[in-house]
């Protein structure tokens, strides 16, 4: 039995031995809300019922380059909060998320973990974007409150002295980028034509510069290099025309989110870019499609993203039938869903809300796949799917093809 339930039980019983007739009564706590009611049935009978509020933090980008995202993350976060009710139900306990707005940054999502702090929450679900994670667990960390990422890749974050606590169900772009060079190669790209555009947030500097290292072990980049940008430029004509104007360029990777990874897409298009362009996990998913002003933009455009193992449950086939509605990245619905699944089942542990997290997740089989942390709390991972855009101007379409994994290279589907 949980340690916090057995004590409420036993304040609560002691009212009743004080023969009260009856009560609402809230207690706030470092990790829930209990909620004590005694009822008379009419014959002298009394009914003590204590219900325990686990309140579970969820930082989403509701503001940012990847708002068009929220919603569909919010979606599995909800279902997953429906999931524990039911699950639980029998031993009155009711889950509950408090939502706040990360923004994708530092900046803002530092000052909503202080306000999950104040609002007793058990764990934190987020963040999606890196640096938003990384300006998060600074707060968090310093209150003792584990947090579990859903998209943050940045290799930084596997650090676990400067980031305590933190947990991700996604892998880091360290074997992004392997996997990023293996998809290029398969597709055909040959050594010095490759330019690579990032931004120069913590996950766009992260894995561009994974990706450029595993892309020089066997050769170079073209004389466009390498080139950075701030997640909220819009205008890209310039970076765009270095490529274009140099012969020796034919492919470009996008290390990007969604918005500006559109916008990108339509520079090359309209500076008349003939060659290949690909993209990390930031970009994937139908969600592109939503910034875009022509879908055919999008033709041929390759990305890779997390590939999920043998899904467990039915929330996989959920998603799939509300795909059209709820949009976004399925990857990362799916690893909110089960982010949100681990630290719900970890607070109906006995002992820490870490060990818990810790315990939960080994050999946890979630949506996602099977999810064991490592020390530090990464994953391993399941490789990268490769996903390519395709239809015309009114209909889009994403089709995930081939994958590629560390022990056995690139496959198809």
């Avoid at 509701?62 to 909800?78: E, H, R, S």
């Avoid at 033709?299 to 959920?318: H, M």
């Avoid at 681990?342 to 080994?362: L, N, R, Y």
Wanted: negative net charge; charged residues 15%; contains cysteine.
């Amino acid at each position: 039995m949980n340690t916090n339930k057995l004590q409420v039980f036993v304040f609560a019983m002691l009212f009743v031995v004080g023969a009260f007739t009856g009560c609402v009564e809230d207690d706030d706590d470092e990790s829930s809300t209990t909620t004590t009611t005694t009822t008379d049935d009419g014959s002298g009978n009394e009914t003590v019922v204590t219900t325990t509020t686990i309140k579970i933090g969820f930082l989403n980008p509701i503001t940012g380059p990847l708002d068009a995202d929220a919603a569909g993350f919010k979606w599995g976060v909800d279902q997953a909060i429906g999931d524990l009710n039911a699950h639980f139900a029998s031993e009155n306990t009711v889950f509950e998320a408090i939502e706040l707005d990360s923004g994708c940054s530092g900046d803002v999502a530092g000052p909503a973990a202080q306000t999950l702090v104040d609002s007793g929450v058990v764990a934190v679900v987020g963040a999606a974007c890196s640096g938003a994670s990384m300006g998060a667990n600074a707060i968090l960390s310093a209150a003792g409150i584990p947090m579990i990422s859903y998209a943050s890749t940045n290799p930084g974050l596997s650090d676990e002295a400067v980031y305590p606590h933190f947990y991700r169900v996604v892998p880091s772009d360290a074997i992004q980028g392997p996997a990023g060079a293996a998809m290029m190669a398969d597709a055909g790209v040959t050594n010095e034509s490759l330019a690579i555009l990032h931004m120069t947030n913590d996950y766009g500097s992260g894995l561009a510069d994974s990706i450029k290292t595993a892309w020089e072990v066997d050769g170079s980049l073209c004389s466009a290099g390498m080139q950075g940008y701030e997640e909220s430029t819009t205008n890209f004509d310039a970076m765009v025309a270095n490529i274009t104007d140099a012969s020796d360029c034919n492919a470009v990777y996008l290390s990007s989110y969604i918005t500006d990874g559109a916008g990108i897409l339509e520079a090359l298009a309209q500076a008349g870019f003939t060659g290949h362009v690909f993209g990390g996990d930031g970009p994937a998913g139908i969600g592109l499609f939503e910034k875009l002003t022509d879908n055919a933009t999008a033709v041929n455009f390759t990305v890779s993203a997390p590939r999920a193992g043998t899904t467990f449950g039915d929330f996989e086939a959920r998603y799939d039938a509300n795909a059209t509605e709820v949009g976004s990245i399925k990857t990362y619905v799916l690893t909110a869903y089960d982010a949100t699944m681990i630290i719900g089942k970890a607070a109906m542990t006995d002992g820490t809300i870490v060990a818990g997290i810790e315990s939960v997740g080994t050999g946890y089989e979630g949506a996602s796949g099977v999810i064991n942390f490592l020390s530090n709390g990464d994953i391993g991972g399941n490789g990268y799917d490769f996903c390519t855009y395709g239809g015309d101007d009114t209909a889009g379409t994403y089709t995930c093809s081939k994958f590629w994994t560390a022990e056995n290279g690139v496959e198809s589907a």
